[in-house]
C-alpha cells in the first residue's frame, strides 16, 4: 500500500548555515572531532542476533588497533555531553561495550553502547549522518510533545539519544495479545492521538517500527504510550495521507482495535483534546517554535511537486486559503500550526463568552 504513497527513497539534506545558527543558540552542537564518515572505516564486524538467534540487521563492528582508542574516547566525551555536563572525570567508569551498525533503512545508523563499569549499566546512543529533515523532526518533537530529545550535531554528523521503548511491530505482534480490556481501550486512545499529532505535525511514515509503545506501572493498571523514534520523513512527501499513521497496512491491526473498542464519540473526543494539547504546545513554546519555522520556511527538504500535491491535499482538507498561498514546507506546518491554535483560541473564546 504504502508503496503508492510514498517516494520509493528520500535524500539527506544538508545543513544550512541558519539552522546550524539555530542549533548552537539552543546547545545541540559540540565540537567533539568524531564523524559519521570516521566510524564508517571499520575493518571488520560480525552479524548481531537476538534472543531468538534471528538476525537483526545490525552488525557489530570492530576498527584497527590504532584507531580504537581514539574512536572510544570521542565517542565517550559525546555520552558525557548528551547526558552529563561533558566532565571527562567519569571517563574511568565508562566503557564502549559495542558499535554496531545497521544495514536496514535511509539512514544506515551506528549504535552506540556504553557501558558503566562498576555496575554494568548501560545505554545506547547513535550517531548518523546528518539530515535536516530529521533534525527539524526532533525539534518540533521536542517542542510540541511531552517528550524531551537530547541530541547533538557536529559539521554533518547527528548524535542522538536512544528512546527507551518496546517497537511498535514486536509490541503488536508479542504483547498485544495479551493485554486485558482497560489496556485495550488506553491502547486505542494513544492511536487516536497518536494519529492525529503526526497529521498535524507533518511526521510521515509511521508505520509500526518507526515508533515505540511504553508501557508504564501505575498501581494496580499499566498505562500505555506510543512515541515516534524515526524523524526521517519529517515534512518530505507530498501526499497527505503518508501522515497519517492509521494509513499503514503494518498499523491495521491498531486500526481494527480503535473500530473494536471506540465509538465516532470517543474517537473525536480524543482528537480534540490531542489538537488543545498541541495548541497550548504551540504557545508555551512561542519564541522557539517561531525561530525554528522562520528557519524552515526558508531551507529546501522537500521537492517541489511534493510542495504543490500537499498544500493543495491540506487545503481540500481544510479549506483554510493559508495552505494555498505556503511556498514551501516550512510555510505549510506554520499554517498547520497556525491553524490548531486559532481554532483553539476560538473555542476557548466562545467558552468564555457562554460562561459570561
Not at 529546501?300 to 495552505?323: E, G, W
Request: charged residues 30%.
Amino acid at each position: 500500500m504504502e508503496s503508492k504513497l510514498m517516494s520509493k527513497k528520500k535524500p539527506s539534506f544538508p545543513v544550512n548555515e541558519k539552522l546550524l545558527a539555530y542549533l548552537d543558540n539552543y546547545g545541540r552542537t559540540t565540537k567533539v572531532s568524531i564523524s559519521y564518515e570516521d566510524l564508517l572505516r571499520f575493518s571488520g564486524g560480525i552479524t548481531v542476533y537476538d534472543k531468538e538467534d534471528n538476525d537483526t540487521l545490525w552488525i557489530r563492528v570492530y576498527y584497527p588497533e590504532f584507531e580504537q582508542n581514539e574512536i572510544e574516547y570521542n565517542l565517550k566525551s559525546i555520552y558525557t555531553q548528551l547526558h552529563s555536563d561533558g566532565n571527562e572525570n567519569i571517563f574511568d567508569y565508562l566503557k564502549i561495550a559495542g558499535i554496531d551498525y545497521c544495514t536496514f533503512g535511509n539512514s544506515k545508523p551506528f549504535r552506540i553502547k556504553v557501558l558503566n563499569v562498576y555496575n554494568n549499566n548501560y545505554v545506547y546512543f547513535y550517531v548518523k549522518q546528518a539530515d535536516a529533515s530529521r533534525i527539524y523532526g526532533l525539534e518540533l518533537e521536542h517542542i510540541l510533545s511531552p517528550n524531551r530529545i537530547n541530541f547533538l550535531v557536529y559539521k554533518n554528523t547527528l548524535i542522538e539519544e536512544h528512546i527507551a521503548g518496546i517497537p511498535g511491530d514486536e509490541f503488536i505482534n508479542e504483547h498485544l495479545k495479551d493485554c486485558d480490556d482497560l489496556g485495550l481501550a488506553q491502547i486505542a486512545k494513544e492511536f487516536v492521538k497518536f494519529n492525529e499529532s503526526c497529521m498535524i505535525t507533518l511526521l510521515g511514515d509511521m508505520r509500526s517500527y518507526n515508533f515505540v509503545i511504553i508501557p508504564t506501572h501505575d498501581f494496580d493498571l499499566v498505562r500505555y504510550k506510543i512515541r515516534a523514534i524515526d524523524f526521517d520523513q519529517q515534512c518530505y512527501e507530498g501526499n497527505f495521507k503518508v501522515y497519517q499513521p492509521a494509513i499503514f497496512k503494518e498499523n491495521i491491526k491498531l486500526v481494527r482495535l480503535v473500530a473494536k473498542r471506540l465509538d465516532n464519540r470517543s474517537i473525536e473526543q480524543y482528537r480534540n483534546e490531542e489538537r488543545a494539547l498541541l495548541a497550548k504546545r504551540i504557545i508555551n513554546g512561542k519564541k522557539r517554535l517561531t525561530r525554528l519555522l522562520r528557519v524552515m520556511a526558508t531551507d529546501n527538504i522537500s521537492p517541489r511537486d511534493h510542495v504543490k500535491q500537499l498544500r493543495a491535499d491540506i487545503y481540500d482538507f481544510t479549506n483554510d486559503m493559508k495552505f494555498r498561498r505556503a511556498a514551501n514546507m516550512g510555510a505549510i506546518l506554520r499554517a498547520a500550526l497556525e491553524f490548531v491554535k486559532r481554532n483553539y483560541e476560538d473555542i476557548s473564546l466562545k467558552r468564555l463568552i457562554k460562561d459570561i
